[in-house]
């Protein structure tokens, strides 16, 4: 096999890979995305951890959150939802989400932990399982939602621009 077949067949594979992984369900996609993105903030946190040994874990921890945002915003807007433009817009929208998040697990962890006297880590996997379907909805309908396609008298009137 020659070189240009070579690189021929190497594009190929790629692009039925890539073909591949977006005609996967699109909840497979974000299950994976999230997974990747909290072992990836758990590996981030034991770096920066090894690295700045002097700071305070608090503020490791801050680092860890501002780096991992961006992965995992881009991530989940490129790999997962397939949106392009309104960066900013979607960022803020995701990091509503992760802060709403986190107050959901607190609630979740205190109410099955407290009232409910359930283990610890048990309650965390609930929490994750309920977290994973609110934030896939939350993501999907609210930070990379998808404009909606005109109607048939919008577009009618949108020729005459009177509806905007």
């Given at each position: 096999m020659n070189i240009?077949?070579?690189?021929k067949h190497l594009f190929n594979h790629?692009?039925?890979?890539?073909?591949?992984?977006?005609?996967?369900?699109?909840?497979?996609r974000f299950a994976i995305m999230a997974a990747l993105n909290m072992g990836l903030r758990y590996v981030l946190f034991i770096l920066l951890s090894i690295l700045f040994t002097t700071l305070h874990y608090q503020l490791t921890l801050l680092m860890m959150w501002l780096i991992s945002s961006f992965i995992a915003f881009y991530s989940y807007k490129k790999l997962v939802f397939a949106t392009n433009g309104n960066h900013l817009k979607e960022y803020l929208k995701s990091i509503a989400i992760w802060t709403l998040s986190y107050?959901?697990?607190?609630?979740?962890l205190a109410l099955l932990v407290n009232q409910y006297q359930?283990?610890?880590?048990?309650?965390?996997g609930i929490a994750i399982c309920f977290l994973l379907i609110s934030n896939y909805l939350l993501f999907k309908h609210?930070?990379?939602?998808?404009?909606?396609?005109?109607?048939?008298?919008?577009?009618?009137?949108s020729v005459?621009?009177?509806?905007?």
């Amino acid at each position: 096999m020659n070189i240009k077949n070579s690189i021929k067949h190497l594009f190929n594979h790629e692009r039925s890979l890539i073909e591949h992984w977006f005609s996967t369900d699109e909840r497979i996609r974000f299950a994976i995305m999230a997974a990747l993105n909290m072992g990836l903030r758990y590996v981030l946190f034991i770096l920066l951890s090894i690295l700045f040994t002097t700071l305070h874990y608090q503020l490791t921890l801050l680092m860890m959150w501002l780096i991992s945002s961006f992965i995992a915003f881009y991530s989940y807007k490129k790999l997962v939802f397939a949106t392009n433009g309104n960066h900013l817009k979607e960022y803020l929208k995701s990091i509503a989400i992760w802060t709403l998040s986190y107050f959901i697990n607190a609630g979740i962890l205190a109410l099955l932990v407290n009232q409910y006297q359930l283990n610890l880590y048990q309650s965390q996997g609930i929490a994750i399982c309920f977290l994973l379907i609110s934030n896939y909805l939350l993501f999907k309908h609210f930070a990379f939602r998808k404009p909606s396609p005109l109607k048939f008298w919008e577009k009618l009137f949108s020729v005459f621009d009177i509806i905007k």
